[in-house]
């Protein structure tokens, strides 16, 4: 049997992230349930963590570990506090007030927030296709919100929306700063987990939300920190450093919604909303317009 080509893999295990990122909705969605936030980003911040250290254990980079630990501690810090408390506490209040179909789909237009945030910050320029990409996603993101009801602009919960288009600027914001972040990607992550653990702990004593832990939501969590925030970075960057056509296994992105759809109406049995399919065919055209730009620039 002739042993699979590294493209081949690339898209294996693209594939395999895209299809675990597709049930992070859902793991949301039935975790709000029976925890708040702030109980399933501290449980889900520590199981990540030890997945993290396990992994850098077997690799043998600890030692590489705690001297990154000690010299960057301020930028461990710092892209912790962004990254994961700010960016997903906020994100996990939009999930709990929207239902996750919509958070979902509207947290799927950062990449377009990250183009326009990069003008200022990286002076990077804008182009038409920008443009264009930018109104079909935000587009979208009104007809989802208003329920189809676009010419009213009577918002379904504007305050969901809100959280919601403010994670992206986070998660955004996040990834603008982290071009100049010298860290490796692994050893990175690690140490923005290990920092933003107390602080995440602190913030749940300070809140009153360390008791009242529910079983059924624990495991959500659980299964959050492990798929969602570890071994996807994991498995992606994996991806990444094997294929030879970056956009090819980028392009794997888009049927991450569509199938986050399916689980969210079959497992979390969330009625899915024809505006809500018509709105993310909008932002998924956008992404689609920027990524064709992109690649034909390069």
């Not at 960016?87 to 950062?110: C, D, S, V």
């Not at 003008?119 to 320029?125: A, N």
């Not at 994996?238 to 991450?256: D, E, G, Y």
Request: charged residues 10%; glycine residues 6%; hydrophobic residues 55%.
């Amino acid at each position: 049997m002739r042993p699979l080509s590294n493209n081949t893999k690339a898209l294996l295990f693209g594939l395999l992230t895209v299809i675990l990122w597709s049930t992070v909705a859902t793991a949301f969605s039935l975790s709000l349930k029976s925890l708040t936030p702030t109980q399933l980003l501290l449980i889900a911040c520590g199981m990540s963590l030890v997945f993290l250290l396990c992994l850098l254990t077997l690799q043998g980079n600890l030692g590489e570990l705690r001297k990154a630990a000690i010299s960057s501690w301020r930028t461990s810090l710092f892209f912790g506090t962004i990254n994961p408390f700010i960016y997903y506490l906020i994100l996990l209040k939009a999930y709990q007030i929207l239902p996750a179909q919509e958070a979902q789909a509207i947290n799927y237009t950062w990449a377009i927030t990250l183009s326009f945030m990069a003008v200022p910050i990286l002076k990077q320029s804008l182009r038409l296709p920008d443009y264009i990409a930018a109104a079909s996603c935000y587009f979208g993101v009104l007809y989802i919100s208003t329920r189809g009801e676009v010419s009213s602009l009577e918002f379904s919960n504007l305050v969901g929306v809100g959280f919601a288009l403010f994670s992206t600027f986070i998660w955004a914001l996040y990834w603008l700063l982290n071009t100049k972040d010298t860290r490796p990607s692994q050893i990175g992550l690690t140490l923005n987990f290990a920092f933003a653990l107390p602080i995440i702990f602190v913030y749940a004593a300070v809140t009153g939300e360390l008791s009242n832990l529910k079983t059924e939501g624990i495991w959500g969590a659980i299964y959050i920190g492990l798929f969602e925030m570890g071994l996807s970075f994991v498995l992606w960057n994996h991806a990444l450093k094997l294929t030879s056509n970056t956009s090819q296994v980028a392009n794997l992105i888009f049927l991450a919604p569509l199938l986050s759809i399916i689980w969210l109406s079959q497992l979390a049995n969330e009625l899915i909303l024809p505006s809500t399919l018509i709105g993310l065919a909008c932002i998924l055209f956008g992404l689609f317009i920027q990524n064709w730009a992109k690649r034909n620039k390069a």
